[in-house]
C-alpha cells in the first residue's frame, strides 16, 4: 500500500512543480507533460540544491519547491536547445 501512495505523491509533486514551471517559465504543456517536467525536475533540482549545499527543508510544500527549481532548470535547457 505505502508503494502507491508514494507513487501518487510523486504525481501530485510533478504536476505542480511542473504546472507552476510552465507558469514561471511560460511554457504550455498539458498535465502528462507537467508531470514528467516535474518528476524529472524534482530529480534535477534534488541533485542542484544538494550540489549546492542549500537545504529547502521537509514535507510537501520543500519537494514541490525543489521540484518546481529543478523544472525550471530543465525548462530553461530545453529552450535552449531548442534555438
Same mark, same amino acid.
Given at each position: +500500500?505505502?508503494?502507491?501512495e508514494s507513487l501518487f505523491i510523486w504525481l501530485i509533486v510533478g504536476a505542480v512543480a511542473g504546472w507552476l514551471a510552465g +507558469?514561471? +517559465?511560460?511554457?504550455?504543456?498539458?498535465? *502528462?507533460?507537467n508531470i514528467i517536467v516535474g518528476i524529472i525536475g524534482a530529480f534535477i533540482g534534488g541533485w542542484l540544491l544538494t550540489t549546492?549545499?542549500? #537545504? *529547502?527543508?521537509?514535507?510537501m510544500i520543500s519537494a514541490i519547491i525543489t521540484? #518546481?527549481?529543478?523544472? *525550471? *532548470?530543465?525548462?530553461f535547457a530545453i529552450g535552449l536547445i531548442k534555438k
Open positions: +500500500m505505502f508503494e502507491i +507558469m514561471i +517559465m511560460k511554457s504550455k504543456g498539458g498535465l *502528462v507533460n549546492l549545499g542549500v #537545504t *529547502v527543508g521537509n514535507g521540484a #518546481t527549481i529543478g523544472a *525550471v *532548470v530543465l525548462l
